[in-house]
């Protein structure tokens, strides 16, 4: 039987965003968090890199500014990257106070700092090389210890209750959400008098992805779908660095490896890099994406090397000590061969419009982290920026949210989630397809390099879809399997439009149709048509 419920707050995902804003709220208001399966499952678990903040004497905060701007091409908003960058500070020390266990220089007195691809500084904090493992594990403990938070895992968020869709006079704003619980299979319903989504971003939208299975773009959609402004969507950063190895699906390998001095070679052994950019390997992402993918389709070849074994043992174990058991783990020494490697999805640096506060356009919805879009990417992610940005945005969230009264029931009737005309489904066989399907055109037509012919069959191919789906969702009962593909569908379409609509090649948005890059950069806005 479905089930209702009242939290003063309602947080959507537990990743490094979603805890911290819970945290922060649940000293004075009852928090729930939803998360699809278990609550350590998300993309924090697997960053590997490390936070990026101003800590070292030689190091500044205009240094950092500088950082992000060039790395985003200059599409960054100047306010949320100063912003982000002047808290970062005070949002590790924050971190620091939680317990999170950040790796120690070898003297003991400071914390060791590395570099990665378009930093001008060491300014990179990191616990090893598992550095979401550490912020998960440490934010997960406090937060489970916490009085005042619920958890409710294997809950899949379906949409958001308006009160315009409830035809509520007044401004439209967020009352709760319908949710599907996978151990009943009964769609619940949560009402709260602020809603965060912190549900990741949407990667998953390719086929070849470093993220989690859960990074179907469902904050996004959902966002959308309630009448939500989105932008820069085009953004899709792919990590040039995931092993090759069809057992490890894509295993990330750390931008710091080549930070700290790894190669990029040809399967024939020679380097390549410094035919497309001075700082060879540590030139940001889009570029070593971008040469790489290059040279696989220049060769036909489906993976290039990445070579650190020049480095000693020692260096290399301790260092990069998960990376080094887990290529052991496929049958690849780091420490005396190269490792196969080949770009895959990492980063969706578009997403929900927010303001400084994370709040977007509907009232009382707030949205961080991935799901997000606050301008401190622009046309391209700075390594190990997204952490900072969880966090120093959720802080900011909170102190909003507890600036203003939180109602925590609304003066209207939530009804409960009506599939009394739908049946059971006996064609699931389709979800399947059209999942396979829409990952593979989104990979072949809205990738690394794009065209305004791949565009536009990828937009005709995911209408087309997304009547398909529509159809199926309105006359069978939901499943996870269905959710996920109407929010991917969704996300696709709204990344495909982004796409087409911007007529230059700038960062992760490349088009052999406009090669050259816009003198005067504005972001890519979609509203939705509100009827």
């Given at each position: 039987m479905s089930q209702q419920y009242h939290y003063d707050i309602l947080i959507i995902g537990a990743g490094a965003a979603g805890l911290t804003l819970a945290l922060e709220l649940a000293k004075t208001h009852k928090v729930a968090m939803l998360t699809k399966g278990d609550i350590r499952e998300g993309s924090t678990l697997y960053a590997q890199g490390g936070v990026a903040a101003?800590?070292?004497?030689?190091?500044?905060?205009?240094?950092?500014?500088?950082?992000t701007v060039t790395a985003g091409v200059f599409l960054g908003d100047p306010d949320a990257i100063r912003f982000t960058v002047e808290n970062s500070k005070e949002s590790i020390d924050w971190l620091i106070d939680q317990g999170v266990p950040f790796t120690r220089s070898?003297?003991?007195?400071?914390?060791?700092?590395?570099k990665e691809g378009g930093h001008s500084h060491r300014r990179i904090i990191h616990a090893a090389d598992a550095t979401g493992q550490a912020i998960s594990a440490t934010l997960i403990h406090n937060a489970t210890q916490h009085p005042n938070i619920d958890f409710f895992p294997d809950r899949v968020a379906i949409d958001i209750i308006t009160?315009?869709?409830?035809?509520?006079?007044?401004?439209?704003?967020?009352?709760?959400?319908?949710?599907?619980?996978?151990?009943?299979?009964?769609?619940?319903?949560?009402?709260?008098?602020?809603i965060a989504i912190a549900a990741g971003g949407a990667s998953k939208v390719y086929l070849y992805t470093s993220n989690p299975d859960t990074a179907s773009g469902d904050g996004i959609a959902m966002a959308w779908r309630a009448g939500c402004r989105v932008a820069n969507l085009e953004f899709n950063q792919f990590h040039p660095t995931c092993l090759y190895d069809a057992k490890a699906k894509t295993f990330l390998i750390s931008e710091a490896v080549r930070g700290e001095g790894g190669k990029l070679l040809l399967p024939d052994g020679s380097p390549f890099m410094s035919k497309f950019d001075d700082r060879e390997e540590l030139a940001p992402r889009d570029i070593v994406a971008r040469a790489i993918d290059h040279e696989m389709k220049r060769l036909g070849v489906d993976h290039v090397l990445l070579d650190i074994s020049h480095k000693s043992t020692e260096f290399i174990t301790t260092h990069f000590p998960t990376i080094y058991e887990q290529c052991l783990k496929y049958g690849y020494d780091m420490t005396k061969e190269p490792i196969p490697v080949v770009p895959a999805a990492h980063y969706t640096c578009g997403g929900v419009m927010v303001?400084?506060?994370?709040?977007?356009?509907?009232?009382?919805?707030?949205?961080?982290?991935?799901?997000?879009?606050?301008?401190?990417?622009?046309?391209?992610?700075?390594?190990?920026?997204?952490?900072?940005?969880c966090i120093v945005y959720a802080r900011s969230a909170a102190q909003h949210m507890l600036s203003n009264p939180v109602l925590p029931k609304p003066l209207v009737?939530?009804?409960?989630?009506?599939?009394?005309?739908?049946?059971?489904s006996d064609e699931d066989v389709v979800i399947a397809h059209n999942w396979q399907e829409l990952r593979q055109f989104m990979w072949d037509y809205v990738g690394i390099v794009r065209t305004n012919n791949r565009l536009l069959r990828a937009k005709h191919r995911v209408d087309l879809l997304l009547s398909e789906i529509d159809e199926f969702y309105s006359n069978y009962k939901i499943s996870s399997d269905l959710i996920e593909l109407r929010n991917l569908a969704n996300v696709a379409d709204l990344i495909i439009q982004s796409a087409m609509k911007r007529k230059e090649s700038r960062g992760l948005h490349f088009t052999l149709d406009y090669p050259d890059t816009n003198e005067k950069p504005e972001p890519t806005i979609l509203a939705p048509n509100k009827k």
């Open positions: 101003v800590l070292a004497e030689k190091d500044t905060i205009d240094s950092h500014i500088r950082d070898h003297e003991g007195d400071s914390y060791h700092l590395t009160s315009d869709k409830l035809r509520v006079s007044g401004d439209n704003r967020a009352l709760g959400i319908y949710a599907l619980n996978l151990t009943t299979d009964e769609v619940d319903v949560f009402i709260a008098g602020r303001n400084q506060f994370g709040h977007t356009d509907l009232k009382h919805l707030y949205a961080v982290g991935e799901t997000s879009y606050t301008g401190l990417h622009g046309a391209n992610r700075l390594a190990s920026n997204s952490l900072l940005e009737e939530i009804p409960a989630w009506d599939d009394s005309q739908v049946t059971d």
